[in-house]
């Protein structure tokens, strides 16, 4: 009975992990470059249960709890027309710089100009070159390349070539599995596990991805892990019945 308990509580705290999961990305559908959050389970099989190994003692398998993880798939592109909206094509992320002067990487591009001309995130983090240095833009109308080169007009008349005054930070990540989430839309993962993007990334002006949550599938999963939760309770409720049973009546004189 004990190990009823057991198993059916850790399948409803996986279900109620699930469901806040769920939730947290139901909230951010509309978030710009927001990457939704996933959660693995791992089987328990009798073997690793058993004490001593011994198989027979445990005769059944049961899911465990197991990763939290990033979902890298790319979101919908929007057009805005806004031209301090970018969004990347292929696997390509942009450099920011976190409060603690850290390095971290965002899909979402849609950046803002401070009144010192920094360029920054929604968040208020710097966007980095791909020195890793604070940009800085003058006034003037400005223009980007799919390889990241930004460029100013500062007469606005267009008598004037545009002077190209910084290049966007773009890097690529090698190993996904070692990347966390930072601020919302902020990815973290060591520098040395980054590299400058390479031609199958582009950067596009005036285009924003949206969140990669698709919200159809979500509420069809919240549906599917309140009724897992719901049903788990209802199995540690009969367990927990059947408990108070055994104390009431075992050792109790019949006659």
Known sequence: MQRGFFVSGVAGTMA??????I????????????????????TIFSSQAAAGGDVG??????????????DVNEGI???????????????????VMQEDGNEAYTRAG?????????????????????????????SGAISVTQEGAIYIDNDGNGDAAPEAVAELGVVTIKDLTQIRKGDLT??????????PADAGVSVHQGALEGSNVNSVLAMTEMVAAMRSYQSMMKVVEQYNQLAGQVSDRVGMVQG
Do not use: C, W
Request: net charge negative.
């Open 16 to 21: 109620q992990q699930k469901l806040d999961t």
């Open 23 to 42: 939730t947290h990305n139901l909230a951010n559908v509309n978030t710009a470059g927001y990457r939704a959050d996933r959660v693995s389970f791992t």
């Open 57 to 70: 003692q445990v005769p059944a398998a049961y899911l465990s709890m197991g990763e939290q993880y990033i």
């Open 77 to 95: 592109m929007k057009r805005t027309d806004n031209e301090l909206d970018f969004s990347i094509r292929g696997p390509g992320y942009f450099r």
């Open 110 to 138: 849609n950046f803002r100009l401070d009144a010192d001309g920094n360029l920054l995130t929604q968040g208020g983090l710097p966007v980095l070159d791909t020195s890793g240095l604070p940009i800085v833009l003058t």
């Open 186 to 195: 902020v990815i973290e993962t060591a520098k040395e596990n980054t590299l």
